[in-house]
């Protein structure tokens, strides 16, 4: 269902559209949870803490398909709300063939270059071969996981939040079930978590590409659309690339930071990888805002309505502040049963760790669920040097705290790292909004 977010009350429209965005976006998240989930439950501590520590790798590749993702998502609303329908259809096959290109390099330097990178990150030896294992199956499904992402942007490109919704829901839950089947039925241990996703993605992969091509074929065309474009790779490309680095930045920031936690041993590692699933999964939640604002703000710069984006923007603020408030109270007053809820032992000093970490960060979500909004205007208009700003001064300022902090109040310093970062970030955030740099996507 093709929707133009042009038309219409700018909060009603930001809302029907956001809802279904941000379910199908905490639903890919339980791709991750899930994997977690059964390997602390059914396999123990050491598991949780392997799949934990190659996951943070994993977002390496997360960061280069979420900045196809956006760049083409960007352009293609642009395109959508300037009703150019030819040069839109150009732009997803463009993509398509691109990003094949790209992930087929990501999968050879990611074989390659495993064994380095769990030595990068310090990955104890108790849980080195499980991480690696976990690494190299996860590795092996990219194309999956590249067209899956790059198709939910066009979805979202074309005003669709609810068919990627339907689709990650299904998936989502088979991954559930099938994580479950290989490790408590067939015994797979760590290899069953992973090959479950492989599986799992898959079928989403294909069947999201099969629905992509349907529906752009339908948009009215006079002419017949070339199949690849240099200067609309080159547009794409301008926005794909910042999102990649500061996706990409976060990544090795966050790298950085498990190799930290990896020093303090295996039990502060499971206690991470159980807090930080529950805290992406709400940071993602805030992520869909974003998203949804950044498609909303690509359609009416595109249709040339400066108002509308205005109001949308002031009614996005409202819901990202009660989202963050709604995880707040949710993980705060949960806390103990959701983060054992990934640990086999609940005696172990692990429950406690990451309880201590969801008591430091959770009560300032507001803050990054307010960045992350304002972030997606900045995208949306093209503005990705300010955008980039905000990003890289949180991580390096998150980064560099988590460093200092650590040496003497050890994994709490870690914690308390998060936080100081949002704050500044967000500032600067609210700061380019308010100069109005986002309206220079209208000349």
Known sequence: MVKDLTRGNPRTELIKFSLPLLGSILFQQLYNIADSLVAGKFIGDE???????????????????????????????????????????????????????????????????????????????????DSQLYLNIYTGGLFFLFYYNISTGIFSALGDSRTPFVFLVASSLTNIAMDIWFVAGLHMGVAGVAWATFLCQGVSCVLAVITVLRRIRQLPCEEKPALFSGPILLRITRIAIPSTLQQSFVSVGNIFIQGMVNSFGTTVIAAYS???????????????????????TAQNIGAGKLDRIRQGTKSGIGISILTGLAFTALFILL??????????????????????????????????????????????????????????????????????????LESTGIWLAWPLGWITGTCLSILFYCKGVWKRGMT
């Open 47 to 129: 598991a949780l803490a392997a799949v934990g520590n190659a996951y943070e790798i994993t977002l390496v590749y997360l960061a280069f398909a979420f900045g196809c993702n956006i760049g083409c998502s960007v352009i293609l609303a642009q395109m959508f709300g300037a009703k150019q329908f030819r040069d839109l259809k150009t732009a997803v096959s463009t993509t398509y063939l691109a990003s094949g290109a790209l992930c087929a390099l990501l999968m050879l330097l990611g074989f390659t270059l495993s064994p380095n990178l769990m030595q990068l990150i310090r990955t104890p030896a108790d849980i080195l071969e």
């Open 274 to 296: 159980a807090a930080i699933k529950l805290n992406n999964f709400a940071i993602t939640g805030f992520s869909a805002l974003g998203t949804a604002m950044s498609n909303f």
């Open 335 to 408: 806390r103990r049963p959701l983060v054992g809820l990934f640990l086999k032992d609940h005696t172990t000093g692990a429950l406690e760790t990451g309880m201590l970490f969801i008591l430091i960060v959770t009560p300032f979500y507001i803050v990054p669920a307010v960045k992350i909004l304002l972030d997606g205007v900045l995208r949306g208009a093209g503005a990705m040097g300010y955008f980039m700003t905000t990003t890289f001064t949180d991580l390096i300022l998150r980064v560099g705290l988590a460093f200092l902090l650590s040496r003497s």
